[in-house]
């Protein structure tokens, strides 16, 4: 059984910062990608960040310069560090890992359930 626990989410005030984090917990052999996606009410869930098991790193264009994932692989842990948070940024953010868990022939894909952040004016 592998679990993904996020947890950092919350209410900020624009321009604020938060930093999110999600723990992949289980029999786990190998994590490769790690990423995080967001969904804001009635419109699809899209990739804010992801990072690739040795560090590189791909964002959407409206949080580049915003937004810093991370990883730390002994953890089977990934980060979104956020600032300069804007109201747009209002959303459910989720992470997603492929995972090669214990017995597993391949990776798998698991996700989160999701945690609230929510940036005011």
């Known amino acids: 059984q592998v679990q993904l626990v996020e947890s950092g989410g919350g209410l900020v005030q624009a321009g604020g910062s938060l930093r999110l984090s999600c723990v992949v917990s289980?029999?786990?052999?190998?994590?490769?990608?790690m990423g995080w996606y967001r969904q804001a009410p009635g419109k699809q869930r899209e990739l804010v960040a992801s990072?690739?098991?040795?560090?590189?790193?791909n964002y959407q264009d409206s949080v580049k310069g915003r937004f810093i994932i991370s990883r730390d692989n002994a953890k089977n842990t990934v980060y979104l560090q956020m600032n300069r948070l804007k109201p747009e940024d209002t959303a459910v953010y989720s992470c997603?890992?492929?995972?090669?868990?214990?017995?597993?022939?391949?990776?798998?894909?698991?996700w989160g359930q999701g945690t609230q952040v929510t940036v005011s004016s």
């Open positions: 289980g029999r786990i052999v190998s994590v490769n990608d």
């Open positions: 997603n890992a492929d995972v090669l868990g214990s017995g597993a022939w391949k990776f798998v894909s698991y």
């Open positions: 990072i690739a098991k040795y560090g590189s790193t």
